[in-house]
């Protein structure tokens, strides 16, 4: 089978003087902070946010609280059919590095974390819009993610991937508002209290055909569980350090977002049901426009839809019908 792909990196530092690219998903936590009047002070006071969270996870030989930096670079990643000489922006996430100022030296942090990709917002905000609309019940489109999981792992596998990162990503999202989570007798000294959905997600199943499995933890002193994917053994392939990057970056990230779930004054019982109209939260001095996050999604997966599915829509079916991944 021709690969018919080929894969490219530009790495860019997120930090309080970060601008996204031209091509970056305005709806991309990171993207959306960098925006209107107060950016630098979102960055700052984001990254505040993270590096405190971080400190406070890792508290041994850590009398002051101050040991640690994280360094956050934002991983975008074009795909280019073979010939077509037109990358297109496929997916962005993020690597975190751990900066130990007790030992001057950095540490390997995560890649992945958070996790966006114009196709799954062709997928999400047109595709499953469009089969759904004018119906009486709700479906989910014959092979919907098949593409964009045989992608995804298309880059995992790459030697593009296998060259600039020593293992496999892990992606850190947000609990889903439609379903109930109860804990379980498993906690994990970092990632804390193990906790169990009342049934499988669409997001789930769709990130399960990404190659990624998923288990959900509550870490200490956070007021909801968060989702963790990952390939391979997350509890035992990762080092706490690296566990506590992902923990303190994508935390910080929810509590901007989605702070009825994760900035809430009250934590995640045995039995929790997440919910976005939980009025007993607290806000960030972080601004953001939720609606407009939503209506973005819908452009860019338009976008998508016109510049990488419809022009290529015969060599992404054929590749996919044929690819074994």
Not at 94 to 114: A, C, H, K, P
Not at 133 to 151: A, C, I, T, W, Y
Not at 158 to 182: E, G
Not at 286 to 305: M, N, T
């Amino acid at each position: 089978m021709s690969t018919n792909f080929t894969f490219d990196i530009k790495r860019i530092d997120f930090d309080e003087n970060y601008r996204p690219a031209d091509n970056t998903r305005i709806t991309t936590n990171f993207a959306n902070l960098a925006r209107g009047e107060r950016r630098e002070e979102n960055l700052r006071d984001t990254l505040e946010m993270i590096n405190s969270r971080f400190n406070g996870l890792a508290h041994w030989d850590n009398p002051n609280a101050d040991r640690y930096t994280l360094k956050l670079e934002i991983i975008s990643v074009d795909i280019e059919v073979q010939g077509s000489n037109e990358p297109f922006p496929s997916i962005e996430i993020l690597e975190t590095s751990i900066f130990d100022r007790q030992t001057n030296r950095y540490l390997s942090g995560i890649v992945g974390n958070n996790f966006s990709s114009y196709v799954r917002d062709y997928d999400f905000s047109v595709l499953l819009l469009n089969h759904n609309k004018d119906r009486q019940g709700f479906s989910v489109p014959e092979n919907f993610g098949d593409l964009h999981g045989k992608l995804f792992k298309h880059f995992v596998a790459s030697d593009v991937y296998q060259r600039n990162f020593s293992k496999p990503p892990v992606i850190c999202l947000s609990v889903s508002d439609n379903k109930i989570y109860t804990r379980t007798g498993n906690e994990h000294p970092v990632l804390g209290f193990e906790y169990t959905p009342n049934e499988s997600s669409l997001t789930e199943q769709y990130f399960k055909q990404m190659g990624l499995n998923v288990r959900y933890f509550l870490p200490p002193n956070s007021a909801a569980p968060l989702a963790f994917y990952f390939f391979g053994d997350l509890l035992n392939e990762y080092p706490r350090l690296e566990l506590i990057s992902t923990i303190s970056t994508m935390e910080t990230f929810q509590k901007i977002y989605r702070p009825e779930i994760y900035n809430a004054n009250s934590v995640a019982g045995k039995r929790f049901q997440p919910s976005l109209r939980h009025a007993n939260h607290s806000l960030t001095r972080i601004r953001y426009d939720r609606e407009e996050r939503s209506q973005l999604a819908v452009k860019q997966g338009k976008f998508a839809e016109e510049n990488f599915i419809q022009p290529y829509q015969a060599i992404l079916d054929q590749w996919s019908a044929s690819c074994a991944l």
